[in-house]
């Protein structure tokens, strides 16, 4: 076989993975699309919708203890648990009558949304070539911005049939009825079987590893990496459609049309990703996107201009590989035996501070100021603080074996 190129089972893999990771995007987005719909049916307040976000997102650092056990008992059966978890929680969703118990289904199917999705990409980074990991892994990326799009296009049709936003969230459990083609296709990676066999006092033993003098660096500039991109996203990407609904009288039908349009180019920018990712390296390719970030939410929330607000919020929809980008450099930082420990405490549990803090910020500040607009565009410029300490900490990964150490010099 040609170096770099997928035997069959890598070719099965990354379409499993990849359907999984269309429906993450569904989730991701589906309870900021509606949120207008399910301020106004349950009768409650924009504040309150934003302290719901917040809640939610607690779910995420939740997603840390089945990560933990990915490297114990395996990576396999950790996905299908969370992807049989995710599908039951977003049915259960649908039937909620309150904001209370909509609050309470959707924090569990959160925690193992973010298991899933992080066990995607540790599955596909350790099964395939390195000189097309980047690539790959922002490919899988790129299907949930197609997932993305669902709860935009289908908005307007949902309320229209009458079925509103529970329509949407008993669509998201498709994945259900796929169950058994992961149980029957989906292997444990060799990586993992070469480990030895590991207590759980030496299991606890390398955890704590991750914050010894010689990997702290490292774990830091993960943990930073997914802090900056959970904060800057909860700020300026899940707001957008009550801003623009609210603030700049959008009505359901614009915001389906330019959710679905940024979806698209979404879908783009993670193949961008992936491109800058394997040419001009993972620190690059990082620092690319959070300055580009920065400067798009600015513009989509300040501009008065529908024009300008657009393509301020297409341009940051064409920055959704950022995702990728974090989850591989997380993957080929740390070793096998810590390597979903390690994306557990980075993402889930210190990135996940960002997505559960910013939503409140964004109340707080949009009510202090008196708009949504004002406080966005602010809180979007904050995620530059901690770039000139991840260029200093962060190790080019480029090209990386997932079984050797990254020197910790290398830049």
């Given at each position: 076989?040609?170096?770099?190129?997928?035997?069959?089972?890598?070719?099965?893999?990354?379409?499993?993975?990849?359907?999984?990771?269309?429906?993450?995007?569904?989730?991701?987005?589906?309870?900021?699309?509606?949120?207008?719909?399910?301020?106004?049916?349950?009768?409650?307040?924009?504040?309150?919708?934003?302290?719901?976000?917040?809640?939610?997102?607690?779910?995420?650092?939740?997603?840390?203890?089945?990560?933990?056990?990915?490297?114990?008992?395996?990576?396999?059966?950790?996905?299908?648990?969370?992807?049989?978890?995710?599908?039951?929680?977003?049915?259960?969703?649908?039937?909620?009558?309150?904001?209370?118990?909509?609050?309470?289904?959707?924090?569990?199917?959160?925690?193992?949304?973010?298991?899933?999705?992080?066990?995607?990409?540790?599955?596909?980074?350790?099964?395939?070539?390195?000189?097309?990991?980047?690539?790959?892994?922002?490919?899988?990326?790129?299907?949930?911005?197609?997932?993305?799009?669902?709860?935009?296009?289908?908005?307007?049709?949902?309320?229209?049939?009458?079925?509103?936003?529970?329509?949407?969230?008993?669509?998201?459990?498709?994945?259900?009825?796929?169950?058994?083609?992961?149980?029957?296709?989906?292997?444990?990676?060799?990586?993992?079987?070469?480990?030895?066999?590991?207590?759980?006092?030496?299991?606890?033993?390398?955890?704590?590893?991750?914050v010894a003098p010689a990997?702290?660096?490292?774990?830091?500039?993960?943990?930073?990496?997914?802090?900056?991109?959970?904060?800057?996203?909860?700020?300026?990407?899940?707001?957008?459609?009550?801003?623009?609904?609210?603030?700049?009288?959008?009505?359901?039908?614009?915001?389906?049309?330019?959710?679905?349009?940024?979806?698209?180019?979404?879908?783009?920018?993670?193949?961008?990703?992936?491109?800058?990712?394997?040419?001009?390296?993972?620190?690059?390719?990082?620092?690319?996107?959070l300055v580009l970030a920065?400067?798009?939410?600015?513009?989509?929330?300040?501009?008065?201009?529908?024009?300008?607000?657009?393509?301020?919020?297409?341009?940051?929809?064409?920055?959704?590989?950022?995702?990728?980008?974090?989850?591989?450099?997380?993957?080929?930082?740390?070793?096998?035996?810590?390597?979903?420990?390690?994306?557990?405490?980075?993402?889930?549990?210190?990135?996940?501070?960002?997505?559960?803090?910013?939503?409140?910020?964004?109340?707080?500040?949009?009510?202090?100021?008196?708009?949504?607009?004002?406080?966005?565009?602010?809180?979007?410029?904050?995620?530059?603080?901690?770039?000139?300490?991840?260029?200093?900490?962060?190790?080019?990964?480029?090209?990386?074996?997932?079984?050797?150490?990254?020197?910790?010099?290398?830049?």
């Amino acid at each position: 076989m040609a170096a770099g190129a997928l035997d069959t089972y890598q070719r099965r893999l990354f379409g499993l993975v990849s359907i999984a990771t269309f429906f993450e995007g569904f989730d991701t987005l589906v309870t900021t699309t509606v949120l207008h719909q399910l301020g106004a049916e349950l009768g409650v307040a924009n504040e309150a919708l934003f302290s719901m976000l917040s809640v939610i997102n607690v779910g995420a650092l939740l997603g840390f203890v089945p990560l933990a056990l990915a490297d114990r008992v395996g990576r396999r059966p950790t996905f299908l648990f969370a992807l049989a978890g995710y599908t039951l929680a977003c049915l259960a969703t649908a039937a909620t009558r309150t904001l209370g118990e909509f609050t309470a289904c959707q924090v569990v199917a959160r925690m193992f949304m973010v298991t899933e999705l992080a066990l995607a990409y540790v599955l596909l980074s350790e099964e395939m070539p390195a000189a097309r990991r980047g690539r790959l892994n922002a490919s899988m990326g790129a299907f949930a911005s197609v997932g993305a799009i669902v709860p935009a296009a289908l908005l307007s049709t949902s309320v229209e049939l009458g079925f509103g936003w529970r329509g949407l969230y008993a669509l998201g459990a498709a994945p259900i009825a796929l169950l058994p083609l992961y149980v029957a296709w989906l292997r444990e990676p060799p990586a993992f079987h070469r480990l030895e066999p590991r207590t759980p006092a030496r299991a606890l033993r390398e955890a704590a590893a991750l914050v010894a003098p010689a990997r702290w660096r490292r774990a830091a500039a993960a943990a930073l990496v997914w802090l900056s991109i959970n904060f800057w996203n909860a700020c300026a990407i899940f707001p957008f459609a009550l801003y623009a609904q609210q603030e700049r009288g959008f009505t359901p039908g614009d915001v389906s049309l330019w959710l679905t349009t940024g979806g698209v180019l979404q879908f783009a920018g993670y193949a961008m990703a992936g491109v800058a990712m394997d040419r001009f390296g993972r620190r690059r390719a990082l620092a690319c996107v959070l300055v580009l970030a920065a400067g798009a939410s600015a513009l989509a929330y300040l501009a008065h201009a529908r024009a300008l607000v657009v393509a301020g919020y297409l341009a940051m929809a064409s920055l959704g590989g950022m995702w990728s980008i974090a989850q591989t450099i997380t993957a080929e930082l740390f070793p096998t035996e810590l390597r979903a420990t390690a994306n557990g405490l980075a993402s889930n549990v210190v990135g996940r501070l960002g997505m559960i803090a910013a939503p409140g910020l964004v109340g707080a500040l949009g009510l202090r100021l008196g708009a949504t607009g004002p406080a966005v565009a602010l809180l979007g410029l904050a995620h530059l603080a901690v770039l000139p300490l991840l260029l200093r900490w962060l190790p080019e990964t480029r090209g990386a074996a997932l079984d050797a150490p990254v020197t910790a010099g290398r830049h």
